[in-house]
């Protein structure tokens, strides 16, 4: 009687005198909503690439056939100069290994940028609580700008080089992972925190001596994850921008036929070192997250 | 005695591990700093000083926030142009030059404000710059003549051929073929309506009235309208256009994370053990996964940009490949993960594979997959941007291009600022989304 009386109103309530009708009512009900859901999405989809292959240069249908002609021309010529292969396999190394490092540079210095930021923004843990919310939303506007905006204009005041690149990277990476560690902190037990504050220990050393070894194989895990898309981010930055594999790739692309070798070269170095980085940094992952 | 020899006691054990801790609190710090250090000295930290343009910077940050306007005057025909950014599409119409610029004849005076004053006459150009003096121009011979108090301050830059002048009211300039001055002003200007619209200059309780009252400024069309029109196709700023690159780029990321998500959810039952027991052809598809995943999205839009020259598809085409990886092989983790009672209760009613991963896998494995590509949806609206810069569409291509041209940094300024409500955006719709779909309310 209390359900009846302050439960939800009269007219949500099934009518359970003919069950079977009002299980079969709502699940009608469910399946029109689906249906519904279902068909705009169907819609969205179709008129969306309709409209996307309309505002395209060429059309998916005249162009589907070529897909394969570019590779295989690039192919074709890095086939007859293979010999080149392995000498220009190491002339792309020191660009390569350039790349690499931009993105654990960035990586570390945003990591430890998120590192401050996240425990500062987490509830419970903060040292200053009252402006737990400044530093959310500094994460937040770190982790909106895209990469390829603070490097493009630090380009123009910085010149060249590797630095705008690591720059970019760093800013975005502190709040991305800002946000993840913070997450990560919020379920850190509590107990050690409060036995250190008991014997005197101030904020830097509850922190480091309670939070941090709690914390550390997420965190250490999360930024394992954001250095392989790093690397990526590196090599598009570079090919937009300037530094490392990318613009190499550049350069050989627009010399275009005549350097597919080169090319080629390019393609296969990245594709080796991004699938070793992956499956290093799984293998750490797995082992960190699991424990053994 | 002996039991010390073959286990050592509990202090030996704690002070050993202690002695290690304490020495990888060290190494470790160490290491780090030593991987900075050699990073600094590959990356060339030294030499970015010199190379650093803090002018560069200066001119960047004030153009963020101010417009200047140029008054040009071409020495060999006389005639003074006043156009904001100095381009075409701002040059004031004659009647209706700025209060600060005033034309008589061949004089022309131009008010900087804080007593500093230009003067265009026959004789060349002067400048007087408040607790200083005046510094006057000649062209004698085709060169110009500089007449300023000495010393003259580093503020004035004088070569053979052409005399510049900075100060804080606002820059000039002077060589053979023609004299400029600029002037700052803060604001991002005709950023409404440029000036040959009618609605230039207008105030907001002007422009409100002409809305709603009944006098047709264009007898064809409404004033509102009119209006809406004026301010969509601006040509300074071109908010229809900008309008449509960021819907592309929204449209980029929509349409490559759905379609990856559709093309990966049949595919990662494939990859995973307890759906398929065929080991060879799990490997395969692992590998078809790990392939397009790891030849990454610059590579994979750089070919298909070839294919399907540049625009959006190219750029949603690139996206859903890529991520198509990505997701198969997060699908395949959450399907290995499935609770099997729900698969085997299902199965006992006598259902074909078909239904039993509709009704026993697919509701389980839905908060996952939802949340994965909510956030995928998300993070893409960022990689659209710079997938733009390379495909060649969305506003990734307008940043660009205006990044290159080095001239108009507050249309930069602009653009950053939409890209970033765009993300934010697009960050709070998908959290929201996540919360309304995956807690059920």
Redesign the interface.
């Known amino acids: 009687m209390v359900d009846v009386a302050f439960g939800p109103g009269q007219g949500q309530r099934p009518d359970l005198s003919n069950r079977n009708e009002a299980y079969l009512d709502m699940v009608r009900r469910k399946r029109m909503y689906g249906g519904i859901l279902l068909v705009v999405?169907v819609a969205?989809?179709a008129s969306?690439?309709k409209?996307?292959?309309h505002?395209?240069?060429?059309?998916?249908l005249n162009?589907?056939h070529?897909?394969f002609?570019?590779?295989s021309e690039v192919l074709s010529e890095a086939w007859t100069n293979r010999a080149n292969l392995p000498g220009l396999f190491w002339d792309h190394v020191p660009a390569l290994i350039?790349t690499v490092?931009i993105a654990?540079?960035a990586t570390?210095i945003g990591a430890l940028a998120a590192m401050s930021l996240s425990l500062l923004a987490t509830r419970g843990l903060a040292r200053w609580p009252a402006l737990i919310p400044v530093f959310r939303r500094t994460m937040?506007?770190l982790?909106?700008?895209?990469?390829?905006?603070i490097a493009?204009?630090l380009i123009?005041?910085?010149?060249?080089?590797?630095?705008p690149a690591?720059i970019a990277i760093a800013l975005h990476t502190g709040g991305a992972l800002g946000k993840l560690f913070s997450e990560v902190a919020e379920n850190a037990d509590l107990k050690p925190v409060e036995g250190l504050q008991s014997v005197g220990a101030n904020w830097s050393q509850r922190m480091w001596l309670g939070v941090i070894p709690q914390v550390a194989p997420n965190w250490l895990s999360y930024a394992l994850l954001r250095f392989e898309i790093n690397v990526?981010a590196s090599?598009?930055l570079g090919?937009?921008g300037e530094g490392g594999i990318?613009h190499d790739?550049k350069l050989a692309?627009q010399w275009g036929q005549g350097r597919y070798d080169e090319v080629v070269a390019i393609?296969a170095l990245?594709?080796l070192a991004?699938?070793v980085i992956?499956h290093v940094s799984d293998h750490f992952r797995h082992k960190l997250v699991k424990g053994h | 005695m002996t039991m010390t020899a073959t286990a050592p006691s509990l202090a030996e054990t704690v002070t050993a591990s202690f002695a290690r801790k304490r020495r990888m609190a060290f190494a470790i710090p160490a290491a780090i700093l030593a991987y900075l250090i050699y990073a600094a000295i590959s990356f060339d930290l030294a030499g970015l000083a010199q190379r650093a343009r803090f002018d560069n910077a200066a001119i960047l940050l004030s153009d963020f926030w101010m417009h200047k306007t140029h008054v040009t005057r071409d020495n060999r025909t006389d005639t003074v142009t006043v156009a904001i950014e100095g381009e075409t599409k701002g040059t004031y119409p004659p009647g209706l030059l700025p209060d600060w610029v005033r034309i008589d004849g061949d004089v022309t005076t131009i008010d900087l404000g804080r007593g500093h004053i230009v003067t265009y006459d026959g004789d060349g150009a002067r400048y007087v710059v408040p607790g200083y003096g005046t510094i006057d121009i000649r062209p004698e011979g085709g060169k110009p003549v500089v007449t300023a108090p000495e010393p003259i301050p580093d503020w004035i830059s004088i070569s053979d051929n052409k005399v510049a002048v900075t100060t804080d009211a606002g820059r000039f300039n002077y060589s053979r073929a023609k004299v400029e001055t600029f002037k700052y002003e803060p604001g991002w200007e005709l950023w409404f309506f440029t000036l040959d619209s009618p609605f230039h200059g207008k105030s907001f309780a002007e422009l409100a009235r002409l809305a709603l009252s009944g006098d047709r400024i264009d007898p064809s069309r409404s004033n509102l309208g009119y209006m809406l029109s004026e301010f969509w196709t601006n040509k300074m700023w071109r908010h229809g256009d900008v309008a449509w690159a960021i819907f592309e780029t929204i449209l980029m990321a929509f349409l490559g994370t759905m379609t990856a998500a559709l093309i990966a959810l049949p595919l990662s039952f494939l990859a995973a053990r307890n759906f398929n027991p065929l080991g060879p052809l799990r490997f395969a598809a692992r590998r078809v996964f790990d392939f397009v995943r790891g030849v990454d999205g610059l590579i994979w839009t750089i070919v298909l940009s070839r294919a399907f020259g540049p625009g959006p598809m190219t750029g949603a085409i690139a996206i859903a490949l890529t991520d198509s990886g990505s997701f198969g092989k997060m699908f395949s983790e959450a399907l290995e993960n499935i609770d099997e009672k729900q698969v085997e209760g299902i199965q006992s009613t006598g259902a074909n594979s078909l239904q039993r991963a509709r009704f026993g896998v697919i509701p389980q494995i839905t908060p996952v997959l939802l949340s994965q590509v909510l956030y995928y949806l998300e993070s893409n609206t960022r990689s659209a941007t710079v997938i733009g810069a390379i495909v060649g569409g969305g506003i990734g291509l307008l940043l660009t291009q205006a990044i290159i041209t080095q001239k108009d940094w507050e249309e930069v300024a602009y653009y950053m600022v939409l890209i970033v409500l765009m993300v934010m955006l697009m960050d709070s719709l998908s959290g929201w989304l996540r919360k309304k779909l995956i807690k059920g309310s």
């Open positions: 999405f969205l989809m969306g690439w409209l996307a292959e505002r395209n240069a060429g059309g998916f162009g589907l070529q897909v002609d570019f590779p350039e490092n654990a540079v570390l937040d506007g982790r909106a700008i895209p990469e390829i905006v493009l204009v123009y005041i910085l010149g060249g080089g590797p630095v690591v990526r090599a598009i090919f937009v990318g790739l692309m393609f990245l594709f991004i699938v992956d």
